[in-house]
């Protein structure tokens, strides 16, 4: 079976958005806000294992005594708190401070040309999706996606399966049809509990994660080396195309990964 529509994740698999833009924005929010939180590095990859910003600060609240002690202040805060984010975010893209990861690009320029529909299937927010492809596809990214599913229009985030659910209903296929790009152990299990096959891109977050049952992992779209399996597709191209994604996606065999 073809495939008849690529499903991309958005943070960390587009782009190296988590590190130099989310956790930047949320530094810059609670500053603005008068909160003394920052966010290193280290404890930003902490939080990853929380899927979507404003669960993620919910759950950082937790762990701070300077926090409000009622459960719906707390909720108001994380608001206001991610409204500013996000606004900062879309400054940092605009400014072209995150570019697409290698081969993301070319990935996408071959799926116009062999007629092979792209979906975005993600739990971040629709404003964050726009301000990343807008900086970096043009005023007309949208028109190059044939559905956008994202946080706000699932009830629970990944690594629950209804982004992929609700992805597969408005492209019409089945899972088989269809395949994911995801690269986190949450992504992962999301697209697999939808019975969508799915090749993992290792991003600066989750470069050693335990992966279980993709059709391949490998270091990132933009090389052929380093991946399982081999990409060893015959082509004068130093990336992952998606002949190759369809030889893949055709023996349908899965790989693991246990740190």
């Known amino acids: 079976m073809s495939i008849e529509a690529l499903l991309w994740d958005v943070d960390g698999t587009l782009a190296e958005s988590e590190r130099d833009g989310h956790r930047v924005a949320f530094n810059q929010a609670?500053?603005?806000c008068g909160l003394a939180w920052r966010w290193s590095v280290e404890r930003y990859g902490e939080l990853l294992a929380v899927t979507g910003g404003r669960e993620r600060l919910l759950h950082d609240m937790t762990t701070r005594r300077d926090a409000?002690?009622?459960?719906?202040?707390?909720?108001?805060?994380?608001r206001k708190v991610h409204e500013c984010k996000n606004a900062f975010y879309a400054e940092i893209v605009a400014a072209g401070a995150i570019a697409?990861?290698?081969?993301?690009?070319?990935?996408m320029d071959d799926c116009r040309r062999h007629g092979v529909r792209m979906g975005i299937a993600t739990t971040t927010s629709r404003s964050n999706v726009a301000a990343l492809l807008r900086a970096q596809l043009g005023a007309g990214w949208q028109?190059?996606?044939?559905?956008?599913?994202?946080?706000?229009?699932?009830a629970a985030k990944k690594p629950n399966p209804e982004v992929y659910e609700q992805a597969l209903e408005r492209l019409r296929i089945g899972p088989l049809q269809a395949l994911a790009i995801e690269?986190?152990?949450g992504g992962v299990a999301a697209a697999r509990a939808a019975d969508v096959p799915v090749v993992v891109t290792r991003s600066v977050y989750f470069p050693n994660a335990t992966i279980d049952a993709a059709i391949a992992i490998g270091p990132g779209l933009g090389q052929r080396a380093g991946w399982r399996p081999d990409a060893a597709l015959a082509g004068a191209a130093d990336r992952i195309t998606l002949e190759q994604l369809a030889q893949w996606h055709a023996g349908m065999e899965t790989v693991s990964h246990f740190a």
């Open 100 to 107: 697409l990861r290698p081969g993301v690009r070319e990935l």
């Open 143 to 154: 028109d190059q996606f044939a559905i956008l599913v994202c946080g706000e229009d699932v």
């Open 183 to 185: 690269d986190s152990p």
């Open 30 to 32: 609670f500053e603005t």
């Open 68 to 78: 409000p002690a009622l459960a719906d202040e707390r909720a108001a805060l994380a």
